[in-house]
């Protein structure tokens, strides 16, 4: 099976521009995650779809969002960029019921 | 609330010997919990995953941990370190508690010196 995949890899875009980042999880996993990976900060839980619903969602601001289709591919949005918005995103899926995730290789975000 | 402790933010090695990582966890029912492994410009490898089957887990690459729920432990360990286990390595827990969530450590970036 192949394994999740995210596009963009690489991204810059410039303060108050806004970003779509999309993620395909694992073929019949129905639950995707997202995380923020900074030096800073470490790994930080954006949000969680399943079944197209948002199941939980971390501390971050309204600026970042996320929708998850039919086919469970996801996508995040964050809009009004903010230089603190440069990080690694990443995301995971896992099969109904399975705790296990399984990472994608990360969309590397850099906001000039 | 859920939360991960990882003891050292560095760990340094020689290549052979024995590889301790260190992880602490708190979670008010049990959990699960894992270990991941990150190299440069990559996303997280699973490496083990402990889910109430065995205490003992053994996992990719010669890696193993053992949960301890009276040290609320998960302390990562392989015999004989290689070079290409240079990386870093993240321990998280994943409960239902406040909704299912993973909750990572704050990473411990492995050296192996040769």
């Known amino acids: 099976k192949a394994g999740v995949t995210q596009t963009p890899r690489y991204l810059i875009k410039t303060r108050g521009q806004q970003v779509t980042l999309s993620c395909s999880p694992i073929?019949?996993?129905?639950?995707v995650s997202w995380y923020q990976q900074t030096p800073g900060q470490g790994l930080q839980f954006l949000f969680e779809?399943?079944?197209?619903?948002?199941?939980n969602k971390g501390n971050f601001p309204g600026r970042f969002s996320g929708r998850q289709f039919s086919n469970s591919r996801s996508e995040m949005n964050v809009s009004t960029l903010e230089l603190g918005d440069s990080a690694l995103y990443l995301c995971?899926?896992?099969?109904?019921?399975?705790?296990?995730?399984?990472f994608g290789p990360g969309t590397r975000l850099l906001v000039l | 609330a859920q939360s991960v402790t990882q003891l050292g933010s560095h760990v340094s090695v020689s290549e052979g010997a024995l590889v301790l990582l260190r992880c602490n966890y708190s979670?008010?029912?049990?959990?699960?919990l894992f270990w991941y492994v990150q190299y440069p410009n990559q996303g997280l490898q699973l490496l083990l995953k402990?889910?109430?089957?065995?205490?003992l887990v053994k996992g990719i690459n010669g890696f193993e941990a053992e949960f301890k729920k009276s040290e609320t432990s998960f302390h990562l360990t392989k015999p004989s370190a290689h070079m290409s286990d240079a990386a870093e390595y993240f321990c998280?827990?994943?409960?239902?508690?406040?909704?299912?969530?993973?909750?990572f450590g704050a990473g411990t970036r492995l050296f192996v010196k040769a």
């Open positions: 995971a899926s896992s099969p109904a019921g399975e705790e296990t995730q399984y």
């Open positions: 073929s019949g996993h129905r639950s």
């Open positions: 779809y399943f079944s197209e619903t948002q199941r």
């Open positions: 979670s008010s029912v049990p959990p699960y």
């Open positions: 402990y889910t109430s089957a065995a205490t």
């Open positions: 998280a827990v994943r409960g239902n508690t406040g909704g299912f969530k993973t909750i």
